[in-house]
């Protein structure tokens, strides 16, 4: 990818980046191509391509592995987050570098993200979290969550909130956007 031949030489008039670039985006587009034809949506669409061969191109099953891993991340998160166990909260995310924000405060790190938590939990003991529904990003590795977070005070104050959710291949949470509403 990083160099062109031109009758049969290597053409090194491209700079590496610029034709890596220009290479990337040739294979956007070409799955963009596909993604509109069949749809890129959770579940999938499927047909027939036109032509000789009556090749399938049912690209579904390359996303049902992914939003799997999305949504059981994402409902263990929240259990794990409900039980205030701080350092089975620490097993979901990654091992560094980890990022919390929402209205009130911003952490960086894994560590002062799950301290943040534990401060949370320290504020409002009663603190919980019910989901009320899960949206896999059918070609990223994240999820949006709304979720409604019950503070059990006197008052019954619930919020409206939406978790952004953004996950390693492994299924660990990278970042966590909230936002409330």
């Known amino acids: 990818i990083y160099h062109t031949f031109q009758n049969g030489k290597m053409n090194n008039a491209n700079p590496p980046l610029v034709t890596s670039l220009a290479a990337a985006g040739a294979c956007a587009l070409v799955l ?5 034809t069949v749809g890129w949506s959770h579940g999938g669409t499927s047909g027939e391509a036109s032509g000789s061969g009556g090749v399938s191109r049912d690209f579904s099953h390359f996303h049902e592995g992914k939003i799997k891993i999305l949504e059981d991340a994402a409902k263990n998160y929240f259990q794990v987050w409900n039980s205030q166990d701080l350092k ?9 570098n980890a990022y919390l924000r929402d209205w009130d405060i911003e ?3 894994t560590k002062e993200v799950v301290a943040a938590n534990g401060g949370i939990f320290k504020a409002v003991p009663k603190i919980k979290i019910t989901v009320e529904k899960l ?3 059918p070609t990223g590795m994240s999820i949006a969550c709304e979720i409604l977070v019950h503070l059990n005070d006197d008052n019954k104050t619930v919020l409206k909130v939406v978790d952004v959710i953004e996950m390693s291949d492994e299924g660990k949470i990278k970042a966590v956007r909230a936002y409330k509403g």
């Open 107 to 109: 952490k960086k790190g």
């Open 32 to 36: 963009l191509a596909a993604g509109s």
């Open 135 to 137: 949206h896999p990003n």
């Open 88 to 96: 089975a909260l620490e097993g979901t995310f990654i091992a560094e």
